[in-house]
């Protein structure tokens, strides 16, 4: 469901700003306050509106109707093109309901892992990124302000976003590769922003009956996944990346658990997989990408190490050879 992601650009961010300047406010001066108030913006306001994805030379086009209110945010997320799908989130619960295989996800709503992740304190990035304002431009014929989040270095990608200057929503969005390129890209064509939500909007049009539904595994004595101080380190890895997670989990049937370490700089994620292998297991070698998405696998003795982000193909390369046993 890497769509989701994309559509899922909730930053982690005070609204307070927002609010203020929706409220007769001074406008931000500077790309930092831009980015602030578009986070705000993303949590703080109701919007109804369609947007086209543009990756891997494709382009999809989806619907997302988001409420908030005192209750905690709802938000319904529906393809319009290619395979039907519909996903609903409030703050407990995401469901997924897949129409062409028949069956609905259920799993616990989470903090969103939105893409990209811009950290409330955008001063920690300043030695990894540069934040610019680019100027103005129109997007589905509103003006925008264009902040550009530039790296420093060849390990990460970068970022420009297109702020509607008048309530501070995100119009349009561009991961860019190393030299510059736009990798993937989303924008709306159509914004109500605003106005009250009908509570039939964010009802599904599925009822999923007669589907296969799927419930993520939680709670009783053997839980799914459980924190744990890895056994395995990562000896290199680029500037200003931590590790924020350390888990224990099963990633196959009739596997043993695999050690999942999450590292990030504030914007960037990586994720190192070290798992045992199974007699039959096929190794997993070499570099693997879709789209902005990259993946390397490496075999340590009898472990298989695969290494995952939105990053150049370089990082998880560098990082996949660094990772050994904890002595």
Same mark, same amino acid.
């Given at each position: 469901?890497?769509?989701?992601?994309?559509?899922?650009?909730?930053? @982690?961010?005070?609204?307070?700003?927002?609010?203020?300047?929706?409220?007769?406010?001074?406008?931000?001066?500077?790309?930092?306050?831009?980015?602030?108030? #578009?986070?705000?913006?993303?949590?703080?306001?109701?919007?109804?509106?369609?947007?086209?994805?543009?990756?891997?030379? $494709?382009?999809? +086009?989806?619907?997302?109707?988001?409420?908030?209110?005192?209750?905690?945010?709802?938000?319904?997320?529906?393809?319009?093109?290619? &395979?039907?799908? %519909?996903?609903?989130?409030?703050?407990?619960?995401?469901?997924?309901?897949?129409?062409?295989?028949?069956?609905? #996800?259920?799993?616990?709503?989470?903090?969103?892992?939105?893409?990209?992740? =811009?950290?409330?304190?955008?001063? @920690?990035?300043?030695?990894?990124?540069?934040?610019?304002?680019?100027?103005?431009?129109?997007?589905?014929?509103?003006?925008?302000?264009?902040?550009?989040?530039?790296?420093?270095?060849?390990?990460?990608?970068?970022?420009?976003?297109? =702020?509607?200057?008048?309530?501070?929503?995100?119009?349009?969005? %561009?991961?860019?590769?190393?030299?510059?390129?736009?990798?993937?890209?989303? #924008?709306?064509?159509?914004?109500? =922003?605003?106005?009250?939500?009908?509570?039939?909007?964010?009802?599904?049009?599925?009822?999923?009956?007669?589907?296969?539904?799927?419930?993520?595994?939680?709670?009783?004595?053997?839980?799914?996944?459980?924190?744990?101080?890895?056994?395995?380190?990562?000896?290199?890895?680029?500037?200003?990346?931590?590790?924020?997670?350390?888990?224990?989990?099963?990633?196959?049937?009739?596997? %043993?658990?695999?050690?999942?370490?999450?590292?990030?700089?504030?914007?960037?994620?990586?994720?190192?997989?070290?798992?045992?292998?199974?007699?039959?297991? $096929?190794?997993?070698?070499?570099?693997?990408?879709?789209? +902005?998405?990259?993946?390397?696998?490496?075999?340590?003795?009898?472990?298989?190490?695969? =290494?995952?982000? %939105?990053?150049?193909?370089?990082?998880?390369? &560098?990082?996949?050879?660094?990772?050994?046993?904890?002595?």
């Amino acid at each position: 469901m890497k769509w989701l992601l994309f559509v899922s650009l909730l930053l @982690s961010g005070p609204a307070s700003l927002q609010l203020a300047y929706a409220s007769g406010g001074s406008a931000p001066n500077n790309a930092r306050q831009w980015l602030d108030s #578009m986070s705000g913006a993303l949590q703080a306001l109701n919007y109804d509106g369609t947007f086209v994805y543009l990756h891997d030379g $494709k382009l999809e +086009a989806m619907r997302i109707v988001h409420e908030a209110s005192p209750g905690g945010e709802k938000e319904r997320l529906i393809a319009l093109t290619g &395979s039907a799908r %519909e996903v609903l989130r409030d703050e407990k619960v995401v469901t997924c309901i897949m129409p062409d295989n028949k069956s609905v #996800m259920v799993g616990q709503s989470r903090p969103r892992q939105p893409f990209p992740e =811009v950290p409330e304190d955008l001063d @920690s990035l300043s030695p990894y990124y540069q934040l610019r304002d680019a100027g103005e431009d129109r997007i589905a014929g509103l003006m925008t302000r264009v902040i550009d989040i530039t790296p420093r270095d060849q390990y990460r990608y970068g970022y420009r976003f297109w =702020v509607d200057t008048t309530n501070f929503m995100l119009l349009k969005f %561009e991961l860019k590769d190393v030299d510059g390129t736009a990798i993937e890209q989303v #924008m709306f064509t159509d914004l109500k =922003v605003g106005e009250r939500i009908p509570p039939a909007t964010l009802e599904p049009s599925l009822t999923g009956e007669g589907y296969n539904w799927f419930r993520q595994e939680g709670g009783g004595d053997a839980p799914a996944v459980t924190s744990v101080q890895s056994a395995w380190t990562v000896a290199l890895l680029p500037a200003g990346f931590k590790m924020t997670d350390s888990q224990r989990r099963r990633v196959r049937q009739g596997g %043993e658990h695999a050690e999942h370490m999450v590292f990030t700089d504030g914007l960037a994620t990586v994720s190192v997989y070290v798992e045992k292998m199974l007699a039959n297991q $096929k190794e997993f070698t070499g570099l693997s990408n879709r789209g +902005a998405m990259n993946a390397y696998g490496a075999v340590l003795g009898d472990h298989q190490v695969t =290494v995952v982000g %939105e990053v150049p193909a370089a990082t998880v390369q &560098s990082v996949a050879h660094s990772v050994s046993r904890r002595q």
